[in-house]
């Protein structure tokens, strides 16, 4: 069987070369294709380009139930296989029923850099000099966590937090903040801790935000999905409240203890969420 990868955001071809890069592939039970020989059409969310007939179709969601990903609901309700972290609040926010054969799971994510994923082999011999990061860009939406994030940042730098803060779209005249990053690693490598705060609070959703972090050996200080500690190891990262009126406070009493590192949740990342193996599942059964 021979599958072709499609999507919202990207080409087919840099789309297989950043599968081939993220996940580890011990075999060759599957077969991939940039050309119109295939049998199985894999889809990120929706597909700008048309699919062959008679192809089946497997969607994987990769953004939160509100996300303007969704205006086409076609890979909603048409796909022979839908992979998607809360069909309930998906149906409920699209107004839509799911079709083909629904699977709940946590979001399947590529990590952000685009490296090959062999760079990660030994982060937790690198030497953590510095105590936290926070890597956030100027995005402001009046939706989900975009301005609580911001809210948090200027809290920050309201404090004399120990910190170091890296992202794109900022004018920042405080010392701490470091300007943007080419590799995201560059911002997490050296750092026990750094601040990761999702998009969203939906169940199973659980993004690079979460992930750069772990696969850095770096600890996660994170909001998002509540059921986080039922799909990774809890004692590898920590969470905070972003309502709390004491944010600050809180962030200064994570980080005045050692980190434990994130080696654990990277190995679950690495075999529990591969989707070469969620394919073959699929595939051949």
């Known amino acids: 069987m021979k599958i072709k990868f499609f999507s919202d955001y990207e080409v087919s071809e840099n789309l297989l070369i950043r599968f081939k890069a993220n996940y580890k592939v011990d075999d060759e039970v599957l077969t991939f294709t940039t050309a119109d020989d295939y049998d199985y059409a894999v889809v990120f969310n929706r597909a700008n380009d048309p699919l062959k007939p008679g192809a ?5 969601i990769q953004e939160p139930s509100w996300s303007d990903a969704h205006q086409n609901k076609f890979y909603l309700t048409n796909s022979d296989y839908i992979l998607v972290h809360d069909p309930e609040l998906f149906e409920k926010n699209n107004n839509v029923k799911l079709g083909g054969k629904i699977i709940e799971t ?4 590529f990590y952000h850099d685009h490296v090959d994923h062999s760079f990660y082999d030994h982060t937790e011999q690198i030497k953590k000099e510095k105590k936290l990061s926070m890597i956030v860009s100027g995005l402001y939406f009046n939706i989900a966590n975009y301005h609580k994030r911001i809210d948090v940042l200027v809290k920050i730098l309201e404090s004399d937090l ?61 909001n998002g999905a509540p059921n986080l500690a039922e799909v990774y190891d809890q004692r590898y990262y920590r969470t905070i409240s972003l309502d709390s009126p004491h944010i600050v406070q809180d962030l200064k009493e994570i980080i005045v203890h050692p980190a434990p590192g994130s080696v654990i949740n990277k190995d679950i990342y690495f075999e529990k969420y591969n989707l070469y193996t969620k394919l073959k599942e699929i595939i051949y059964g």
Do not use: H, W
């Not at 089946?56 to 994987?60: G, L, P, Y």
């Not at 946590?106 to 994510?109: G, K, L, S, T, V």
């Not at 998009?199 to 935000?209: A, M, V």
């Open 106 to 109: 946590p979001a399947f994510m």
């Open 56 to 60: 089946k179709v497997i969607t994987v």
């Open 162 to 222: 120990d910190i170091d803060i890296y992202g794109r779209g900022l004018t920042i005249q405080d010392p701490r903040y470091k300007g943007d990053l080419k590799y995201k690693y560059t911002g997490l490598l050296p750092y026990e801790y750094s601040i990761a705060i999702e998009n969203s609070n939906e169940k199973n959703y659980i993004t690079e935000k979460f992930v750069d972090c772990v696969l850095c050996n770096t600890t996660p200080i994170y």
